[in-house]
């Protein structure tokens, strides 16, 4: 879609997702701030909860998708949109898609879960299957780009997906105005790099805290490097963060984001269950490994107020248990 | 504590209701209400969660407990609270107590699962144990009344118990003025009772519906019969709802309830697993009997308003998923 600005400025600003809340606001839940006294007791620290597990979808992904879909024109619009992801994105696109009124093209590998699949036909979207081979993918989505002269739509590094997934730190700054610390996790970097832009845009003594899998930790080693390094088949349970960086989120969390902290496999897991047993609601393995930089003490919060984007709640809770051992 | 009227009046009234929730409305939480399209289509009815999982210590046993220890004089409560739950109303007594400054000893056997343990003492509670045989228990409990003196407070017989599980319907009704039907489930009758003097007073076209475990069907065979006939030994993974009506809740449940409905073991492990996928929380067994009801059809609700009291959120996640196979 849009291409990087070359010109200094940030790809995407605070007036983009002021824009995208506009579109989006009458599609979108704006969902619930909770707090819970016995994990600031754990913590030692004032925690608030966006808790994106309530989006429709079941994550924040439905805000960017949302943007991305209604900022197309309508000729655009008709010829469809095409993606190829096959998680939280993918559901995400096909709802937006069928609100819209217009086809979704879900390029997914043919070994795809049975669970991702009926969850993307639920919503409306067109399955193509490939072959499961990391490159598979993208030329399928190429060609099926080709064939339909469908918008492609890049699950976290176009800036209509930025801007929309920013807008959940927008609602949070609405009606929280004393936060110090916001923690989000960061997979492809879209929700990070919209919030930071929302934080430090209307607040800039926000520190902006990027929460990452010691097992796909590309973002932590591309920001210390200043160049975007991907991670090679990363293994972490929390299966939304296995994407790395693009060159837009890359651009912005370099200039905007305070750091980027990383959590073994164990404090995810550990996490889940604490929300689980505490909160009483169910959160997917990428919005614990945020939870777990702080429970697990990864950076000092004493007494601060703290805003926890909670990413989404779609797990496969008999694989989640399974993992309990 | 007061015993059952003798005159025909019902043991708890709207009026009593209303006191309890003056009394305990500032330790409480006024739970959310929540709605899920995804099950609303599945149901084919507009239903409204009354979410008493996100109650303090995680269900609605907490209002009884929070009204029948402030109901205490000071004199009677100086001499604190006794009990001889191993569950949920052990936990919601000792946090209870703690908040009033006084002593609650919980009798509990010998054999109690640590999770359950460490709850109570983690709300302050004192625990006294003693041999894992069902007479045991009540003897224990006894003969610490007679020692110290305390007010034994029943789980779900007493009146002030009955009247604060009431707030829960009574916070509702406050907030919906279209419901067609309330549904909870029912174990020794707390929550069903105080729901229908509620709903039948302030509503009479309410339809009040009780649902229970087939494994643990006293209430279903008790109101059919027009006599208490207890459950023996039942065995259902819908541990809140093993315990069996007492003479108050079964005089009200009598005159004011529409029906009891029946779920097996299955439909509750179907129902829970449901509720966690599409509305991202977390609920006990006992929680899910009532959604159950709905989901597997036992009446017929299509396109009414129907309430639905989501009564706590304390379940051993390993142990759940270990049932799931």
Do not use: W
Not at 52 to 60: D, L, R, S, V
Not at 108 to 130: H, L
Not at 225 to 251: E, K
Not at 286 to 308: E, F, H, M
């Amino acid at each position: 879609m849009l291409e990087m600005r070359l010109d200094g400025e940030l790809p995407v600003t605070l007036d983009d997702v002021r824009e995208a809340y506009k579109r989006i606001r009458r599609y979108i839940h704006n969902t619930p701030i909770l707090t819970s006294q016995s994990i600031d007791r754990i913590v030692g620290a004032n925690l608030l909860f966006k808790c994106e597990n309530f989006q429709k979808t079941g994550a924040f992904k439905f805000r960017g998708a949302c943007n991305a879909v209604f900022s197309l024109n309508n000729e655009k619009a008709g010829r469809g949109v095409v993606t190829h992801s096959s998680g939280n994105h993918a559901a995400a696109l096909s709802l937006a898609a069928k609100i819209r009124g217009i086809s979704a093209n879900i390029i997914m590998p043919s070994n795809a879960s049975p669970v991702k699949i009926e969850a993307v036909r639920s919503y409306g979207g067109r399955i193509i299957f490939c072959k499961p081979l990391p490159e598979a993918r993208e030329e399928k989505a190429d060609e099926v780009v080709k064939e339909s002269g469908g918008v492609l739509i890049h699950p976290s590094n176009d800036p209509p997906i930025i801007a929309g997934q920013g807008t959940a730190a927008l609602e949070m700054l609405n009606v929280i105005d004393n936060l110090d610390f916001i923690f989000t996790p960061v997979g492809g970097g879209g929700l990070l790099s919209g919030t930071s832009v929302v934080a430090k845009s209307l607040k800039p003594d926000i520190k902006v805290i990027g929460c990452e899998p010691k097992n796909a930790d590309d973002a932590y080693r591309s920001i210390k490097a200043g160049r975007i390094l991907p991670s090679v088949s990363p293994d972490t349970i929390a299966d939304g963060l296995r994407t790395s960086l693009g060159t837009n989120t890359f651009s912005i969390i370099k200039k905007m984001v305070d750091d980027i902290v990383l959590v073994d496999e164990q404090e995810i897991v550990g996490a889940m269950q604490i929300i689980f047993e505490r909160m009483k609601i169910v959160v997917e393995p990428s919005s614990a490994v945020a939870v777990a930089a702080l429970i697990y003490g990864r950076v000092d919060v004493t007494d601060k107020n703290v805003g926890i984007i909670i990413s989404g709640g779609n797990v496969d809770l008999t694989q989640f248990f399974k993992s309990l051992g």
